[in-house]
């Protein structure tokens, strides 16, 4: 059963209702149900509640009650029609080994899988990487765009195949050496606290990569981003003002440097840590106003192409903050589209760059992309670089050979298996594979696939 809706939550899908969302995008920002999104539309049918004014003052009763139906009517449009039909077909993995019947991935949530997401572990060598390859190709040529975060230029065309660079359009983004156009204290239509969204992501993402800012450094780091923010005439109490452009990034940290030079006691001494700790993302200064755009609208509608972000050159701190930052962006405009089809898969190739957390953009991704079509596949060597939410939260396992000392991964499959063998003999099977085979644990279903190659599949 549902929790009880909140009065800060009613207020919120008022405001949003007079602002003409529809129903599961009201229900995805303000974190209650479609049903309860209704429920206080029929509300405001029945005259119990009102529609804010959001126009100018000076408006008639006349063109308000006029707007109220306008709304009402998009919402009730809006209503799921019923299930909808996979719009993207099977996926081929490879062939069984043992049976060599062809085994297929299906990442549509229409198909009735959990969730599209896919984790891939295996040691260097193993193969990981060319099969993420062939299935961004597979998924380029059905209208799926993915955005790959390289850490390490296994992506790059240097590196690629030349099939994959022949199969799709390869577009590279290099964010270390030219920036990116990213600005984090934008205010996404999903943030209904307007500021103190951008406030809370901006400090928690920076408490994430730099664990050492503790409870008083995150809340001057906040309190800076609210004042950034109000000196651009961002105002919390003025929802008007929210989609204004924000100011520069680094006024961030000329801020916090203010706060340290003229404030008193502890909230200098604060704001001079945390100025310090997060120095390094604004002197390599790499999200800013000149660098790459990035065109999330643009990019999805882009045909057969795999997006590549370069990140090779960025310290380890910086390649997170800004693996944050540029997911945290992805996010809000995915949730102003709304719920839909598959539209997009984020690739992290090396798991033990970012975090897992709650309230990270990842965690996020794997819990709520199914629903605004996003798939995450995320690959590492270790298994240990996994967190528990992510091998829950992905319905899809590739195992390449591996040396599971701890049988995270074996003590995973056998539960989701539910097989007899006991994990022992997973983790026989998982040292014995041949470069290039995976285990594929696959809607509760376990084989060991050769993975086909590329030439195989499109015939370059």
């Not at 795999?306 to 405009?333: H, P, Y």
């Not at 953009?361 to 992309?369: I, Q, S, T």
Request: proline share 5%; charged share 20%; net charge neutral.
């Amino acid at each position: 059963m549902p929790k009880r809706i909140t009065q800060e939550q009613r207020d919120a899908v008022l405001h949003m209702l007079a602002e003409g969302h529809d129903r599961d995008t009201i229900a995805a920002a303000v974190g209650v149900t479609p049903g309860q999104v209704s429920a206080v539309s029929a509300h405001v049918k029945m005259g119990t509640y009102s529609l804010p004014d959001l126009d100018a003052v000076g408006q008639n009763g006349a063109a308000a009650k006029s707007r109220t139906a306008e709304v009402l009517e998009r919402l009730e449009r809006s209503a799921p029609a019923g299930p909808t039909k996979p719009q993207i077909a099977p996926v081929l993995l490879g062939d069984d080994v043992e049976t060599r019947e062809q085994v297929y991935w299906n990442p549509d949530p229409a198909s009735g899988l959990t969730n599209p997401h896919v984790l891939i572990v295996g040691e260097s060598g193993s193969g990981k990487t060319y099969a993420i390859c062939c299935l961004l190709a597979e998924l380029a040529r059905q209208g799926v765009v993915s955005i790959v975060f390289d850490y390490g230029q296994g992506f790059s065309r240097q590196s690629l195949s030349p099939e994959f660079v022949q199969a799709v359009k390869v577009v590279e983004l290099h964010a270390s050496r030219d920036g990116i156009d990213v600005n984090p204290l934008r205010i996404f239509p999903s943030d209904v606290h307007g500021p103190v969204n951008a406030a809370q992501r901006v400090a928690d993402t920076f408490a994430r990569v730099y664990p050492k800012i503790g409870v008083q450094q995150h809340a001057v780091l906040r309190q800076a981003v609210l004042d950034v923010l109000y000196k651009a005439g961002i105002n919390g109490d003025d929802r008007n003002t929210w989609a204004a452009d924000p100011p520069a990034f680094k006024n961030l940290h000329d801020r916090l440097n203010e706060v340290a030079a003229n404030g008193t006691g502890g909230m200098a001494r604060h704001a001079a840590s945390v100025a310090s700790h997060v120095a390094t993302l604004f002197f390599f200064n790499t999200l800013r106003p000149n660098g790459q755009k990035l065109d999330w609208a643009k990019m999805l509608r882009a045909k057969a192409t795999v997006f590549v972000i370069q990140l090779r050159g960025l310290e380890l701190s910086l390649e997170r903050a800004v693996t944050e930052f540029l997911l945290w962006n992805l996010i809000g405009f995915i949730e102003s589209l709304g719920p839909g089809p598959l539209r997009s898969f984020a690739v992290l190739d090396e798991a033990h760059k970012i975090s897992f957390n709650q309230g990270s953009p990842v965690e996020k991704l794997l819990r709520e992309g199914r629903k605004f079509g996003v798939g995450v596949i995320l690959a590492s060597q270790q298994p240990d670089d996994f967190s528990p939410v992510a091998f829950a939260n992905t319905a899809t396992k590739l195992i390449f050979k591996l040396t599971d000392d701890q049988a995270v991964v074996a003590r995973h499959a056998q539960r989701r298996l539910k097989d007899e063998n006991g994990f022992n003999h997973f983790l026989k099977v998982f040292t014995q594979l041949p470069r290039g085979s995976a285990y594929c644990v696959l809607d509760n279903c376990g084989r060991a696939v050769a993975i086909a190659d590329l030439a195989s599949r499109f015939g370059v």
